[in-house]
């Protein structure tokens, strides 16, 4: 059983930036793929980006290639999300999720989820 608890969501500008954390407890986190989804209000969740166990593949939903970052420290136990040059579009609750798979099965199957953080980007 893995336990995922994010922060650092909040209010910013568009044009602006924001780090979402995930930790992570209950089961070694470098075990796992992780990565964030997001749901924004009358949408179906989506995928944003993933990071493979060891931190050294990253893969990234169209929308946000080039502006967000995905980074991990199994050290800590903890997953980032650096978000810049964020676009009203990019409202909705962020979610960190933990997968047995691999980066590229990571849409496909998700083991474990936090409870989400909102980010809002006003115009």
């Known amino acids: 059983q893995v336990q995922l608890v994010e922060s650092g969501g909040g209010l910013v500008q568009a044009g602006g930036s924001l780090r979402l954390s995930c930790a992570a407890s209950?089961?070694?986190?470098?075990?796992?793929?992780m990565g964030w989804y997001r749901q924004a209000p009358g949408k179906e969740r989506e995928f944003v980006a993933t990071?493979?166990?060891?931190?050294?593949?990253?893969y990234y939903a169209d929308s946000v290639k080039g502006r967000f970052t995905i980074s991990r420290d199994n050290a800590k136990n903890t997953v980032y999300l650096q978000m810049n040059n964020l676009k009203p579009e990019d409202t909705a609750v962020y979610y960190c999720?933990?997968?047995?798979?691999?980066?590229?099965?990571?849409?496909?199957?998700?083991?474990?989820w936090g409870q989400g953080t909102q980010v809002t980007v006003s115009s």
């Open positions: 999720a933990a997968s047995t798979t691999t980066i590229w099965g990571f849409k496909n199957r998700v083991d474990y």
């Open positions: 209950g089961r070694t986190m470098s075990t796992y793929t």
């Open positions: 990071v493979s166990g060891g931190g050294s593949r990253t």
